[in-house]
Nanobody, 128 residues
Framework: QVQLVESGGGLVQAGGSLRLSCAAS????????MGWFRQAPGKERELVAA????????YYADSVKGRFTISRDNAKNTVYLQMNSLKPEDTAVYSC?????????????????????WGQGTQVTVSS
């Protein structure tokens, strides 16, 4: 079992930055690929970014490339999402997820299936 707790959401003006954190329980964090998803009202859930267990492979949705950066610190059991140049359309509930069976190839391909554990989500609101 892995428990995930997100933090760092909030209200920010367009053009601003936020850093989301996702703290995981357990001693095998480095074996899990991690993903950040978001869901806006009335829209489907979207994979924003993902990172392999070692941190060597990453994926970004086209909508956030060049603005968001995913990283992880396996010693601290934490994955981060640095969000810069935020836009109103980035407004959503952001959730982190952990996948034990996801390979680095699946991470790079942006595969959305295979995430086994989910956090409760944190609200990000970007005002114009």
């Amino acid at each position: 079992q892995v428990q995930l707790v997100e933090s760092g959401g909030g209200l920010v003006q367009a053009g601003g930055s936020l850093r989301l954190s996702c703290a995981a329980s357990g001693r095998t964090f480095s074996r899990y690929a991690m993903g950040w998803f978001r869901q806006a009202p009335g829209k489907e859930r979207e994979l924003v970014a993902a990172i392999s267990g070692s941190g060597g492979s990453t994926y970004y949705a086209d909508s956030v490339k060049g603005r968001f950066t995913i990283s992880r610190d396996n010693a601290k059991n934490t994955v981060y999402l640095q969000m810069n140049s935020l836009k109103p359309e980035d407004t959503a509930v952001y959730s982190c997820a952990a996948g034990h069976s996801l390979s680095s190839r699946a991470v790079v391909a942006g595969i959305t299936a295979g995430y086994d554990y989910w956090g409760q989500g944190t609200q990000v609101t970007v005002s114009s």
